[in-house]
């Protein structure tokens, strides 16, 4: 008999603590909460009250708290229960369903019941152990147990049932039934894990596996494997050639491993099913396999043969030995030096389990002594090329050729070199595996033969006026089998309507032949506008005698030892010049006087031959220039001058003449250029003389001589004192004392100077015949506005001490004081040559240069920034300073010197504004071109003078010079030191004149409106 089962006093009304007591002990015992099936929480089990579950399994990890402490042990109450009252008589509890961990529980019903203890225990060493207790409503006879609550293949279990009746003031307890012993089951085993390819063969495979991590219960003892073989799937057809069997393989091992064989090549995929079984099977686990594929047969009947040279502008599949296979159209590999071998063979006759996917062709070349070859010529061995070419690029012979090979062999087009012997030989592929290669066929020797033509047109370019070409193209380093020897430039002379020539052989007017090695040293530095393939090479020649005024293509061809290939296409057209005209001719000057005792210079001349495309002429331009300007003219100059005599209809030997007034004695020179209606001037006729003061009438003779500036004009004498007098206001650090001395001109001296008489040039001191204007002309750094100002004015010595500015371009000349009969005579103030002046704050002299990008240079180097003579940098200085638009420059040819960067002749410099407008020159003359100009500044170590700058303190305009003007706002008393201070007074200027846009009108760097700019002294 069992004890009663007991419940707290202190909840008689529906009370859900749960409980159980075993006869044998008192002790607390451990115990947990029932864990649900999906989530590791304890939670209450389906509509029952409570559930309290208690695990031998458990019993070891949990730690009881106290609470199920109290609740572990349910003590006979001594009060408020009657026991064992109503008693179910007999062993009515009948337990069913039973699995591995849980059963269902059934009892007789008992009427009034007002719920049922469920009590499961456990005989351990022959007393029972409670494991589960539960409460069922009174109204049911059923009760399932909950997964987990029992455990697996253990035993033996019993379960009893005990009713509870509500009376009025206390609860009853029946006494209770308890159910025949009953053991639990075990599960079927987990799926095996890690099934994998342990061996794979062309007629088999192995595979392996691990053992489940759950047996179930019970131990595995065997493996159920079932073997699917690939005709029982959907599989591609080219690889489920295996025969069909009715029903799968099944075996049953003890090991985790099992082999297969018997299957064909390449088939699959094969299904593999594995399961762990004891008395139950488990899941099955599944593996499918490919077979490996095996070699597949080489091909059969193999035969190569050389094509007729039309065949290389066939369309079709052709294979390059060196680049693979290629697919070209109806024009074919035409521009490539290669010749066609046509190659035939008949398939496998076994595949290997794969089907064919590609063929490997070996072609084999044998050794040439006059191969051009590197390789070759380095081991006079064979060189083996192999490309590999896709199956379904092959062609299918329907055909028998003379009945070798039969119908249904493979065709292949094979493009080889020339002048070499090939043996072929071919592999099969199936993707996986290759075949043996098949026997190699005999010899095939391609002959050697005349280079192709150059696979594009060359490109030509104008050189000398147009009247020469600079071709350059990209050929081949060898052409036919054989080293290119040299090419043949065809030169074309086409009419204005010539189209270009497509197919038909061009109409040469004649040919010039240029070496290899002399093609490939005139491109050295070339940059072409095709891609250089492997054995290409960058050539150019040049091409001179040109006629005038005509159209011109050229073409060309590569020779080798045999002969001359084709020609290639056309360049573009070249149109050359008009020639220019002949010089004038006879040219002669006199000076008399005319009726108004002006003193006349008469130039006359003839016109000259007429060259051949050189026109008509036009007019002729005279330029009478004193001697002593050099070979700088400035345009603006009061003492050039230039006419422009016109010449309609004139005939050769045909005299002309032109007259101008001189105002003052002296050396002058006259030059005379001939020009057509094309805009084409021909070179100088120079005539050069000297007027004598006798010459003029006496009132013209008290014109005084010009000053001129001594042998050293400027000397620093140190910083200006802070009261010296300046003539603006520069943004600089302090002004220098300099000393400026000059001299007027005593042709007495210079004649004893020049007989050796004296070796020392005096330099005057006192007082001179007249006396001096001293003129500065000055442009601010990075402004293009020529300021101008007077030093000083009527100066009767012939020195002056005066404050100038650092880091300034200046440009000082000496002026005549003006005197009346002077002032009547005079085109032109007489004055001095400009003395350019820049020196920085510590008063060293600073140089500037100017420089123009050089084109087209006589030395044959590539276009560059060439500075221009020294003799005329001080003349195109000052005319910069002086406010000159352009100057025009004549650079000699000097006898016996090497070219240079400048070829000889007459150029025109235009001045930009250092802002917008970018300096330019110009070339005139026949061969005229144009191009950029600039001017930079050297110190007296040929080193850039200008001023290293840091990005931080750099003026936000100009990006060049120091940030040394701040922008000021007094709405809040700051500023933004932000510009230079030349583009400071560009803010200043643009302010005053008003109207300017909103840029101009407020701070760069707040955008806010200004009140003033402000020079900040750090």
Same mark, same amino acid.
């Given at each position: ?8 006093? @202190?909840?008689? *009304? ?40 208690? $695990?031998?399994?458990? !019993? ?91 455990? !697996?293949? @253990? ?76 005709? !029982? ?120 389990? #794969? ?79 290759? @075949? ?55 030169? %074309? %002379? ?14 040469? #007017? $004649? ?15 070339? !940059? ?65 006087? *005319?009726?108004? #005792? ?94 004598m003061e006798e010459a003029f009438p006496l009132a013209l003779s008290l014109t005084p001589p010009a000053p001129r500036w001594s042998e050293e004009p400027a000397l620093v004498l140190g910083p200006a004192a802070p009261d010296a007098p300046r003539f603006a206001d520069f943004d600089c650090q302090g002004w220098l004392q300099t000393l400026l001395l000059w001299r007027q001109e005593d042709k007495e001296a210079e004649a004893a100077a020049r007989q050796g008489r004296s070796g020392v040039t005096r330099m005057s001191s006192g007082s001179v015949p007249s006396s001096i204007d001293v003129i500065c002309y000055f442009r601010r750094p990075g402004s293009g506005q020529v300021f101008r100002c007077m030093l000083a004015e009527d100066v009767s010595a012939s020195r002056l001490q005066v404050a100038l500015p650092p880091q300034v371009p200046l440009s000082i000349r000496l002026v005549v004081h003006g005197v009346d009969v002077i002032a009547a005579t005079q085109a032109a103030p007489v004055q001095s040559e400009p003395l350019v002046l820049l020196m920085s704050e510590d008063g060293e002299r600073l140089q500037p240069f100017w420089e123009i990008w050089s084109r087209h240079a006589p030395d044959g180097q590539p276009p560059r920034w060439t500075s221009l003579p020294e003799e005329v940098q001080h003349c195109i200085e000052g005319?910069?300073?002086?406010? $000159?638009?352009?100057?025009?420059? #004549? ?84 500023? $933004? ?42």
């Amino acid at each position: 008999p069992h004890e009663p089962m007991g419940q707290q006093a @202190s909840a008689p *009304d529906d009370s859900r603590v749960l409980g159980s007591q075993s006869s044998s002990s008192s002790s607390p015992r451990k115990g947990a909460w029932c864990k649900g099936g999906s989530a590791d929480a304890y939670e209450p089990n389906r509509a029952v009250d409570s559930i309290f579950i208690s $695990h031998s399994a458990l !019993k070891d990890g949990l730690q009881s708290t106290k609470a199920e402490t109290t609740t572990a042990t349910r003590e006979l109450p001594t009060s408020g229960f009657r026991c064992g009252l109503g008693l179910m008589q007999g062993r009515d509890v009948e337990v069913s369903a039973i699995t591995s961990t849980a059963a269902t529980v059934t009892w007789a019903p008992k009427e009034g019941a007002h719920k049922f203890h469920v009590n499961v225990s456990r005989a351990q060493g022959g007393q029972p152990e409670e494991v589960a207790f539960f409460e069922a409503p009174g109204e049911g006879s059923i009760f399932t147990l909950p997964e987990g609550t029992l455990e !697996k293949k @253990s035993g033996p279990y019993q379960v009893e049932v005990v009713a509870e009746f509500r009376r009025e003031d206390r609860s009853e307890l029946s006494r209770g039934s308890i159910s025949e012993k009953f053991y639990t089951t075990s599960d079927p085993p987990g799926a095996v894990v890690n099934l994998q390819l342990s061996k794979l063969k062309e007629d088999g495979f192995s595979v392996e596996w691990e053992a489940p991590a759950e047996n179930g219960g019970d131990p595995v003892n065997a493996y159920e494997v079932q073997f699917f073989e690939a005709s !029982k799937y959907e599989v591609p057809t080219e690889r489920s050639k295996v025969r069909e069997l009715a029903e799968p393989h099944a075996v049953t091992c003890r090991e985790p491993k099992q082999s297969f064989s018997g299957l064909r090549p390449g088939s699959g995929p094969h299904r593999v099913e594995v399961r762990a079984k004891h008395h139950l099977l488990g899941p099955a686990t599944v593996l499918e396999v490919f077979t490996a594929c095996a070699k597949p047969f080489a091909p059969t009947q193999l035969r190569a043969r050389l094509m007729p040279g039309w065949a290389r502008s066939a369309s079709g599949t052709l294979c390059n030995m060196m680049t693979g296979w290629e697919q070209h159209g109806a024009d074919g590999p035409s521009d490539a030096d290669v010749d066609v071998v046509k190659l035939e063979f008949r398939p496998p006759t076994a595949d290997g389990g #794969q089907s064919i996917k590609s063929y490997i062709i070996h072609a084999e070349e044998e050794a040439n002594e006059d191969a051009s070859s590197a390789e070759g010529a380095k081991e006079r061995g064979s060189v083996l090329h192999s490309a590999e070419i896709p199956a379904s690029a092959m062609v299918d012979s329907t055909s028998a050729d003379d009945g070798v090979p039969p119908t249904g062999a493979c065709i292949c087009h094979i493009t080889v070199e020339p002048n070499r012997a090939y043996a072929f030989s071919v592999e099969a592929s199936n993707g996986e595996k290759r @075949s043996d290669p098949t026997e190699p066929t005999s010899a095939v020797f391609v002959p050697a033969r005349v280079p192709r033509a150059p696979r594009a047109a060359p490109e030509a370019l104008e050189v000398d006026g147009g009247l020469a070409a600079e071709l350059r193209w990209v050929g081949p380093v060898s052409g036919g089998g054989l080293p290119l020897e040299s090419f043949k430039v065809g030169v %074309l %002379l086409r009419s204005a309507g010539t189209p270009g020539y497509a197919s038909a052989e061009p109409e040469i #007017q $004649h040919e010039v032949s240029v070496p290899v090695a002399v093609a490939a040293a005139k491109a050295k530095d070339w !940059k072409p506008r095709v891609a250089v393939h492997a054995g290409e090479a960058l050539y150019g020649a040049r091409v001179d005698g040109l006629r005038p005024d005509a159209r011109y293509c050229f073409v060309l061809a590569a020779s080798n030892s045999i002969g001359t290939g084709r020609w290639s296409l056309p360049s573009i057209s070249l149109s050359t010049p008009a020639a220019a005209p002949s010089a004038p001719v006879n040219a002669v000057a006199t000076v008399g006087l *005319d009726m108004k #005792q002006q003193v006349v210079v008469t130039v006359t001349w003839e016109c000259g031959q007429m060259s051949a495309g050189s026109g008509s002429i036009a007019a002729f331009d005279v330029l009478l220039v004193p001697a002593d300007m050099g070979q700088v003219r400035p345009s603006a100059e009061q003492r050039v001058v230039r006419e422009r005599v016109a010449a309609q209809s004139v005939r050769v030997g045909q005299r002309l003449s032109w007259a101008k007034p001189l105002t003052k004695p002296g050396s002058y020179i006259v030059e005379v250029v001939a020009e057509n209606l094309s805009g084409q001037r021909s070179s100088a006729t120079v005539l050069s003389f000297d007027v004598m003061e006798e010459a003029f009438p006496l009132a013209l003779s008290l014109t005084p001589p010009a000053p001129r500036w001594s042998e050293e004009p400027a000397l620093v004498l140190g910083p200006a004192a802070p009261d010296a007098p300046r003539f603006a206001d520069f943004d600089c650090q302090g002004w220098l004392q300099t000393l400026l001395l000059w001299r007027q001109e005593d042709k007495e001296a210079e004649a004893a100077a020049r007989q050796g008489r004296s070796g020392v040039t005096r330099m005057s001191s006192g007082s001179v015949p007249s006396s001096i204007d001293v003129i500065c002309y000055f442009r601010r750094p990075g402004s293009g506005q020529v300021f101008r100002c007077m030093l000083a004015e009527d100066v009767s010595a012939s020195r002056l001490q005066v404050a100038l500015p650092p880091q300034v371009p200046l440009s000082i000349r000496l002026v005549v004081h003006g005197v009346d009969v002077i002032a009547a005579t005079q085109a032109a103030p007489v004055q001095s040559e400009p003395l350019v002046l820049l020196m920085s704050e510590d008063g060293e002299r600073l140089q500037p240069f100017w420089e123009i990008w050089s084109r087209h240079a006589p030395d044959g180097q590539p276009p560059r920034w060439t500075s221009l003579p020294e003799e005329v940098q001080h003349c195109i200085e000052g005319a910069w300073l002086e406010g $000159h638009p352009k100057v025009n420059l #004549q650079l000699p040819e000097v006898p016996g010197e090497p070219p240079g960067a400048l070829s000889p002749g007459l150029y025109e410099l235009t001045f930009g504004d250092e802002r917008q407008t970018q300096s330019m020159v110009r070339k005139l003359g026949p061969a005229g071109w144009t191009a950029k100009a600039r001017r930079t500044v050297l110190d007296n170590d040929g080193e850039d003078a200008a001023e290293a700058v840091s990005a931080e303190d750099q003026c936000v305009i100009c990006m060049e010079r120091r940030r040394t003007h701040a922008f000021m706002h007094n709405d809040t008393g700051d500023g $933004h030191l932000a510009v230079c201070g030349d583009c400071a007074e560009a803010f200043r200027a643009e302010v005053a004149a008003g109207g300017g846009s909103r840029a101009v009108r407020t701070c760069p760097m707040c955008r806010r409106f200004f009140t003033s700019i402000h020079r900040i002294y750090q």
